[in-house]
DNA sequence: CTGCGATAAATTGTTGACAATAAGCAATCT
DNA sequence: AGATTGCTTATTGTCAACAATTTATCGCAG
């Protein structure tokens, strides 16, 4: 115990933590989209000087989640519809590239592991458990991604995930949404279980566009 | 003149700044994979001071040009084969995006440029100039997915572009790579011309793995 | 001559202070 | 009343110094 304590502080400097931090106050809704980052509140908050406060947030623009404007300050990114529906289309194809990858290379056990992913989805569908059919989803797209073995993708991939929790629309997905959802999910595990990477990147790519679909209907006048 | 020196200066701050410029002398080749890069030195070098030079480190790594290791520094990044193949993936899917999009909102001028550039390619192949292939080469590429108009799809296509820059057998294209690579861009761009999304995905996504296969075939056992 | 250990130098990590810029506010003028 | 100017306050931008860690150097024993 002790020992995790200090490998944490030792592998990563401040800053890194202070990424993670400052990440997960945003992603988690304590800042909204448009919201001001006072750096000296934040340096107080962590208990802290400016400095690293100032590096993590540089690294947070990098990935997209603030925007800077000098003299101003860095501020949560605002993601316009058009933006939305743009992160959408990049996500599909790095989606798409993950299912066919997986198809490749997947083993016995990787396999099982998503049957057993689908089966418990099935569990959340019938019981109408909404919170936790969007837990086993995240689960499901997380093992897909990090099991293609292409970890540029990976990393790609979960930052735009994280750039589309700015958009706060996100949570409107109903009844309906659920069970399209599941069905293509079916689709995408029957075709890598096939080892079929064709047929899995087109069921992972539709997968994501139908989503953004679900989303555009849900909102009006999207792009 | 005095006008665009001063508009530059006050939209970028110096860590902006300087991340360009360090990223420039990094890809210019004055600093090599594995280089360790000195706080100090830089900030002499630009004659300022470590903290903004440690911002600007700090973008550039969650860029994916230098990396980090607690208490010992940034240094230039290493692309080790399997990651230079990982990119080139992700990089195919982009350019088939960016190709698809593209063929779905052209315009009657965009398609002249696209034609003169293949005309100036031509020329290039024909008095076999490599180093004007090259160039018209990054324009027609960056033409392409600047055109798009995704922007996020722009941005993390030239975020791997620079990437591979770090990868150096990059240089390595012969005199009949270039004719396969201007024979690939012909179809791309017949496609694009007569509107039709899925052979532009097909026909850009191929040029790019098309590459990647040329650099593996160039070295030995890459992957 | 080589390997080891202690000391010295260099480098990074962090801080607090100061300068420059922008935002808030009150008094004045039209 | 509304707009404008000037002042005050808050916030960002930058720096130089100090602490902590790593790397280099040198002496020394085997």
Redesign the pocket.
């Known amino acids: 115990m002790t020992l995790t304590a200090f490998e944490i502080l030792r592998s990563s ?3 890194i933590l202070l990424e993670q931090e400052i990440e997960r106050v945003i992603l988690g809704g304590q800042f909204s989209p448009g919201d ?6 934040l ?1 107080l908050r962590f ?6 406060v ?1 590096e993590a947030l540089r690294s947070l623009e990098a990935s997209g989640l603030v925007d ?1 404007v ?5 501020f949560v990114r605002r993601l316009s519809a058009s933006e939305a529906s743009n992160v959408y289309d990049v996500r599909s194809v790095l989606f798409g590239l993950a299912g066919k990858l997986l198809a490749e290379r997947i083993t016995g056990d990787g396999i099982e592991r998503l049957k057993q992913l689908m089966a418990d989805m099935d569990a959340a569908v019938l019981a109408d458990d909404f919170r936790l059919y969007v837990k086993l989803n995240f689960a499901l797209h997380e093992f897909i991604v990090a099991a293609s073995g292409n970890e540029v993708l990976a990393h790609q991939y979960l930052t735009l995930v994280k750039q589309l929790k700015l958009y706060r629309t996100h949570s409107l997905m109903l009844g309906e949404a659920m069970h399209a959802s599941h069905c293509e999910h079916q689709v995408m595990v029957d075709a890598i279980a096939a080892r079929d990477p064709a047929a899995a990147f087109e069921a992972h790519f539709k997968h994501v566009e139908a989503a953004k679909g679900r989303l555009t209907s849900a909102t009006t006048n999207l792009v």
Chains 1, 2 share one sequence.
């Open positions: 400097s401040l800053p001001h980052l006072n750096e000296k509140e340096a208990g802290i000087s400016r400095g690293p100032r800077q000098p003299n101003r300050g860095f």
